[in-house]
């Protein structure tokens, strides 16, 4: 080897001496650094994963409760539908109030009562609805099935709650879109409550998506064991129309906002053959709140599936959170692990290289002979040493001992925004003019550096070139001269604004689930590989359960109850198996005593490996979810008002009764009550004073028989009783007795002393029926031969009393076609000026001469048309039918004759009333100052508000109004000056003994005394004696009808009446 190839050598080995210690000290140093970045993310990566699973867990089984919530509703609803043989408007509004919908059960925008319609029902069922007053006098007129058009069968939204806001869905045939069919059909088929697909409610503007979840109702004492029997037992579903986003928000709302991600699908019918082609899309929380968690921008994502039974369908929970905001602040450890250590190496490196080569440099300027040669080395190494600074991409900048700016490079440039030719040598004081306190602290910072050499970090928040405050990290090392003196400092910057920022939003979405964790009744709590406790978190305290307790010890350990031992084995079978569970329920006494009921949910941990860990999971006391539930239970045969059981509850104590009484040789009897007049006590004085009264009721009732009879109450002012160890059905007549004398007392309520009567009617078994149907009916059939035989009294079923209910029915049938048939006929009774003895005017009543069963009078079929609603269109044409007579006999030179018409509490509650009344005026061509229309003092009473305008439009036209039956109710005389009446009719009951009832005469007498101080007319009907007639006189009665005078008569044997009566008026003025 030559000179040459040995000097070269010797170069190389001496600048590998020189360098080795520097590049040594760079790769322990990214050693290290990296080393720690990857046990970092590896511990972060395993917490944020269990921190995420914990909170999927959590809303899972929150969502099931909130629908769970929404179902037990539904099973409440369907109870009251159980109890009562029909559920009137009012009853489904009662019973919705009082659980406080809007509030307690998130999402619900309406419930509704869905009833099955047939087409060849359809007609009578509109009907009944627009003549349905129990909300109102209005009813709903123009109520009609939509869609229109003809479809053989209908499931029409009939009920809803609250009506403000959906009228659209009033009325609605949810058969008419073939999305809500299925689950109404499977609800049908199955008896389960059943939610529907994803659907638009008919009344919600907004279009958003909602789901129905429907309980079947089937008709009261129909079997429903097989699918067959339920389709014919089926009588509609009772449903809940809940907006999902509401729903769901609800659960996540913002406070779980930015933690995760939610998608629900809907993948159909639960073990549906096929999934379905493309399921429906449920919820999305980015569209509901507004934002994600997930940035658009890509970055780690952990993920978890969840499916969730929700009435008979699977809906898909896609949950998804971006890794680093599942980690938590300890996310943000890993990169500034990494960053820092890399800075550190890179400086230690850059420093013992300088440190190594200035050795080198010296040496090399010592041999130079000439200035010249020891500028070039010196332009070399100074060359070197710049590109290596300009590539690093953090700022860094070079200061003297006296702390001004050697130099920087082009980050420091950018970051700043300040060329380095216009700030080499200036100071830190010049970088910051207008902050001179951030200056003085950096100042400070590097004399404590000259002060004490060596390496220095710390935090600063700076403003750079854009003007916005950052904030950064500061790492600062000394450098020294040849002679060891300290010449200046390396420093540089690491912007951690995007970090700082990270590491906020994370805290304060932190603090959004913490505050979720601590507003939920939930608790936490893990269990090692052999399932005893080994965490629970402190919320366990508010519920009066001690944490300590439970650690160390399995869940079967604990001294719990409510727990079968099958109920065990299956619960421990499941966790051996490592598999999920949810909602096991048990109980166990608090730190007070309290019993509380728990439910407890969990899942598997595994490690990296898959191998076994222990449980997670959550519990909750579900103590008043329980009373709640046994509340709804007792509601659904329990009556609302009086705490009597309601007719469910009272079928199955018949049933058991009877099965008693077969295996004991003995007599059970039925005593059916209904109140006589009670109709008239609640128009007059209002609902509650009805309510009041019925409360009376049952406490009487229950005063008055054994603590081992049932008393129910199955709906309005009826009550039924059962007795059972009888000897003979005749024992029933002393509690029949007891019943009579005990409700016919006065009750005092407030100021009113109320005297309300029953009628009674008992059956018995085995005598009058073998099943609870057929008891229960021929009970009834004899209470309503009590009140046909004067009410206030019992009567016992007979088979004559079957009969005459059979007649009835048949009368109904008859009744609902005598119209259309033209059977219904008028005859009209004279009413006499009594001054004069001219026949001033006629009332119409109503006759029904039946093709098959001559004259049927109508103290038999009113009452029929009244309970049916027929009373309004047969109303209708005896107001069309007189007004067109007495046009007829007005054109025949009888002009003052005056119409009468009796008008029932329907008619004229009804919206239409005025215009009906004004159109049949228009038809027919009656002067309206010759109609005059009878009303009984209930209908004042009722809605006076709306009755006053009625009486005000009808004054207006210059119909004449009369109060019929005056003095039979409980009206305040002060309706007679409010109210714009024309006339006052005395009941004939008040007329038959006045001149030998001093009472009656008293009474009579004050009627007449009214009318003429207010300035009203006066007419007494039922005039049938002289003597009777003679005292009326005497009272300054002006006018009466009656038989003394004339019976009612047909239309032509009246014109001949009033022919006659004229004749001898005029043969008496001739003589």
Known sequence: MGADGGNL??????????????????????AISFGAWHATVQRVGAEAENNFQHQVAQAVGALDRLIQDNINLLIGLKGLYAASSRVERDEFQQFLSGFNVAQRYPGIRLVSFVRYVPHSRRAEFEAGVRQDLSLGPRGYPDFAIKPAGARDEYMVVTYIEPLTGNERAFGFDVFSDPRRRPAVEHARDSGQPTASEPIQLAADTEKQVSLALRMPVYRRAMPVATVEQRRAAFLGVVSSAIRVDDLVASLLGRQLGGVFDLVIRDLGLSGAAAPVAAPALVFDSGRALGFTAVPKSGGAVLAEVKTLDVAGRTWQLDFSAPAMSARGTGGMLPPVILMGGLI????????????????????????????????????????????????????????????????????WERFFGIPREQFIGKSVFELYPHDQDL????????????????????????????????????????????????????????????????????????????????????????????????????????????AAEHIG?????????????????AHRDLLAAHRPFQDFVYQRHDANGMLRTISASGRPIFDEQDGFKGYRGTGKDITEQKRAEERIRHMAHHDALTGLPNRALLHDRIGQAIAQAQRNPRVLALLFIDLDRFKTVNDSLGHQVGDRLLQAVAERLVACTRGSDTIARIGGDEFVVVLGDLNQPEDARHVGQKVLDALSAPVMIDSHELRVTPSVGICAYPHDGGDVETLMRNADTAMYHAKQMGRNNFQFFTQAMNDAAQQRLLMENDLRHALERGEFTLHYQPLLDLESDVIVGFEALIRWPHPQRGMIPPIQFIPVAEETGLIVPIGEWVLRRACSQGRAWHDAGHSQLQVSVNCSAQQFQREDFVATVRRILGETGLPPGRLDLEITESVIVQHSEEVMARFEALDEMDVRISIDDFGTGYSSLSYLKRFAIHQLKIDQSFVRDISSDPDDAAIVSAIIAIAHSLGLDVVAEGVETPEQLAFLKALGCARAQGYYFSKPLPAEEFTQLIRGWGQRARAAVGA
């Open 553 to 569: 010890r399995a869940r079967w350990e604990m001294p719990i109850i409510g727990v079968t031992e099958d109920q065990w084995q």
């Open 9 to 30: 050598l010797a170069r190389v080995i001496r600048r590998i001496g020189q360098t080795g210690p520097a590049f040594f000290v760079l790769a322990l140093g990214l």
């Open 344 to 411: 550190t190496s890179l400086l230690l490196f850059w420093l013992v290289l300088m440190l190594s080569l200035a050795r080198e440099r010296a040496l090399k300027l010592a041999e130079q002979t000439t200035a010249a040669r020891a500028a070039e080395g010196l332009r070399e190494q100074l060359a070197f040493i710049q590109q290596l600074i300009e590539a690093v991409p953090q700022p860094i900048f070079f200061k003297d001992a006296e702390g001004r700016y050697l130099g920087v490079n082009k980050a």
């Open 439 to 546: 200056a003085r602290r950096h100042h400070a910072k590097d004399q404590d550096l000259f002060s004490s050499p060596g390496s220095q970090s710390y935090e600063a928040a700076i403003v750079a070139a854009d003007r916005r405050v950052h904030h950064t990290i500061y790492n600062k090392a000394t450098f020294n001269r040849s002679d060891g003196a300290v010449a200046g400092l390396i420093g540089t910057i690491t912007d951690v604004t995007g970090l700082k920022e990270a590491e906020a939003a994370l805290r304060e979405s932190e603090a959004r689930f913490r505050d979720l964790t601590e507003l939920s009744s939930d608790w936490y709590w893990e269990q090692d590989a052999d399932f005893r406790f080994t965490q629970l978190s402190s919320k366990v305290r508010e519920f009066s359960l001690d």
